[in-house]
């Protein structure tokens, strides 16, 4: 057994920098949002097929369907997730599968390779729209992994890059495609493709701290400075669409200027590439530390192989010493037994935290008790482990628990009153200024604050700022105040109400500051929500418990944007005559948006409730976050140690981080 461990080592690939990862990922991510572009493409399928508006909204229904559901995906993931470097790219490959094929197949459609019927249609759409959720929840559920410690700053610069990926992909249309909407449709389908497999093969998960993490002063870029650049760069894309768009809007461009600006945001990407400049070469360098966080105690691939073939020759030596049957006793209990020094103190570490009462359960993890953080050479004590409850539960254990549903309600409540002014702005338009007014794309632009001011566009980016600015924020204040993250949940779900009960009783002057504050907020919930499953429910199952909470916007896109808000408007339109081409005044959407404020309250007293029962993990986390600081961010400047030119042990001695 020991024999057939090495022999597949030697042909297992070296593990890749997890900047490469990151930075191959933002590139996913900008390709990941492709149902914004909907609009674009959705009438050439009316015109040709003769479909009836709601026909065609049965099809965008199905589109927004099956970009919701990736609970599939999740659960691949999750059982994929000892093969840390091709588990990833198994579902990153299958959801370029989709991608291709579901665009493929509208194309086809459009070009008359197969007389479509309604059914086809609402199929390849949302086949093409679910393949965003397996890129989606590879690139969150990898990086999230790769970087516990800033795990906010990561979900943030990759939901601004996929709310980005709508107006970039609109842009390439209006630069490239316009007016043949067809041609566009192959892109869609090709060009994430031959994205998503360039980025293959820097895919992978390293769930152990890198020697670049470590080394402060000694290149251009610290980690934070990476995050930071990151974030400039998309800032400067965002900025440079939504100018673009806007002039565009006001003063139409021929095609060669519009070809231009296609151009530039291509060129404006280019500086992503930098990101990973000084880590340390392609290879992932595994650094040896004192103090590490209990999420980084996986280790790698190669040393849980390892540490299983340890145990094999353990039990063929007792098995030959006439002591086989205490062979199993003596790995619960962590009898001496000859193993590698490499192995000695992470074994030692689990059999303490198992003879501390975090027996292993079913999954081979913590007991749905709960894991401690790790101490010097990686055990837990008991006090630790009552002091620091990090749960690690399944998608069954979320449904039981009422920690989930109070996240569910909050988000359900909270993005599906978002949904309901992103989904109805052109009619709240009509409704308010009595005609269609022509800044109805201004504000769905400040909606979305990097919004594309084309009327194609009804959502090609949702809140890039707040989704950046509520990462890194919310981050930074845990690591140096040790202010729980939940707490940023009942402030924003208070911000959707009063921006809700201010567009009940709103004006067309009103309707701008409120637009935008609406949608902060809806962003806001986007980008805390990733990082909050990974802390409640743990990164073990992360990728299946986040696609599971997604379900919560789906939810609330169909009771409150299209059940309730479609209900109240129906009614009212019914009360102004049947005659009338749309509803006009102020009750078309009053009694929605004034349920909807009512209903924003509950969801942040679920907040509330939520945070105050975790106040005691997070106070667990600042503890540990900050040992962890205290060594990663030095100020001297000296490299880490190094085992192996791909992997490493922990440091021996002193707890000194400098290591004197």
Not at 335 to 360: F, I, T, V, Y
Not at 367 to 394: I, K, N
Not at 465 to 478: D, I, V, Y
Not at 615 to 640: C, F, I, K, N, W
Request: overall charge neutral.
């Amino acid at each position: 057994m020991g024999g057939s461990c090495r022999w597949g080592r030697a042909f297992l690939p070296p593990y890749i920098n997890k900047w490469w990862t990151f930075t191959a990922s933002l590139g996913l991510a900008l390709c990941c949002g492709l149902t914004y572009t909907v609009a674009i493409w959705s009438a050439e399928l009316k015109s040709r097929f003769g479909l009836s508006q709601s026909e065609l909204q049965l099809v965008a229904s199905c589109a927004n369907i099956g970009g919701y559901s990736g609970i599939f995906a999740g659960v691949l993931y999750d059982a994929l997730e000892r093969h840390k470097r091709f588990g990833p790219r198994i579902v990153l490959l299958i959801g370029c599968v989709l991608n291709a094929s579901g665009y493929f197949g509208l194309w086809a459609a459009l070009q008359g390779w197969f007389e479509a019927r309604l059914w086809q249609l609402a199929a390849l759409a949302a086949i093409s729209a679910n393949a965003g959720a397996w890129i989606d929840c590879t690139i969150m559920a990898s990086n999230v992994r790769n970087f516990p410690s800033s795990r906010g700053t990561v979900v943030g610069l990759l939901k601004a890059g996929i709310g980005l990926s709508g107006s970039l992909f609109a842009s390439v249309y209006s630069g490239v495609f316009a007016p043949a909407r067809a041609p566009f449709l192959l892109f869609l389908g090709l060009g994430p493709l031959a994205v998503g497999l360039l980025a293959l093969p820097f895919l992978n998960t390293c769930t152990f701290v890198q020697v670049s993490e470590l080394e402060r002063g000694v290149h251009v870029f610290t980690s934070e400075g990476r995050f930071l650049f990151a974030l400039q760069a998309l800032g400067t894309l965002a900025v440079y669409l939504i100018v673009g768009a806007t002039v565009n809007s006001l003063h139409p461009l021929d095609a060669h200027a519009r070809a231009i600006m296609t151009a530039g945001a291509g060129l404006l990407l280019l500086p992503l590439l930098l990101i990973p400049s000084g880590s340390g070469g392609l290879l992932s360098k595994k650094a040896a530390l004192t103090h590490t966080l209990s999420m980084y105690q996986d280790g790698s691939e190669d040393e849980e192989e390892e540490q299983e073939a340890a145990w094999e020759r353990v039990a063929s030596s007792r098995l030959e010493g006439g002591g086989g049957g205490d062979a199993e006793a003596a790995r619960a209990r962590g009898d001496a037994a000859p193993l590698p020094g490499s192995l000695k103190q992470p074994l030692l570490g689990s059999m303490e935290r198992a003879a501390n009462g975090g027996a292993s359960t079913s999954r081979g993890r913590a007991a749905p008790g709960e894991r401690g953080p790790l101490t010097l050479h990686g055990s837990a004590s008991a006090a630790s482990v009552a002091q620091a409850p990090f749960p690690e539960l399944s998608p069954l254990q979320c449904l039981r628990s009422s920690s989930f549903w109070l996240l569910f309600a909050a988000l359900t409540i909270s993005m599906g009153s978002g949904l309901a002014l992103l989904n109805n702005l052109n009619q709240l338009v009509k409704a308010l200024a009595g005609v269609p007014h022509l800044d109805t794309p201004v504000l769905v632009s400040l909606f979305s604050v990097c919004n594309c001011a084309d009327a194609h566009l009804l959502h090609p980016i949702a809140c890039a700022c707040s989704r950046m600015s509520l990462g890194w924020l919310p981050e930074h204040m845990l690591h140096t105040r040790g202010t729980p993250r939940l707490l940023f949940l009942p402030y924003l779900g208070a911000l959707m109400a009063a921006a809700c009960l201010g567009l009940a009783y709103a004006g067309m002057p009103a309707l701008y500051p409120l637009a935008a504050l609406t949608g902060f907020a809806f962003g806001g919930h986007w980008t805390l929500f990733p990082s909050l499953v990974s802390e409640l429910f743990g990164l073990s199952r992360f990728a299946a418990n986040y696609t599971l909470a997604q379900l919560a916007p789906a939810l609330g896109s169909l009771t409150l944007a299209m059940g309730l808000t479609g209900w109240v408007y129906d009614r009212a339109s019914a009360r102004h005559g049947a005659a009338a081409e749309a509803c006009l005044g102020h009750d078309c959407f009053r009694p929605a948006f004034q349920t909807l404020a009512c209903l924003g309250l509950a969801a942040t007293a679920c907040g509330a409730l939520l945070c105050r029962s975790r106040l005691g993990m997070y106070r667990a986390m600042h503890r540990e976050v900050h040992s962890y600081d205290a060594e990663t961010h030095r100020q001297d400047g000296t490299p880490a140690a190094v085992e192996g030119s791909t992997h490493g042990g922990r440091r021996r001695g002193s707890s000194d981080p400098s290591g004197q």
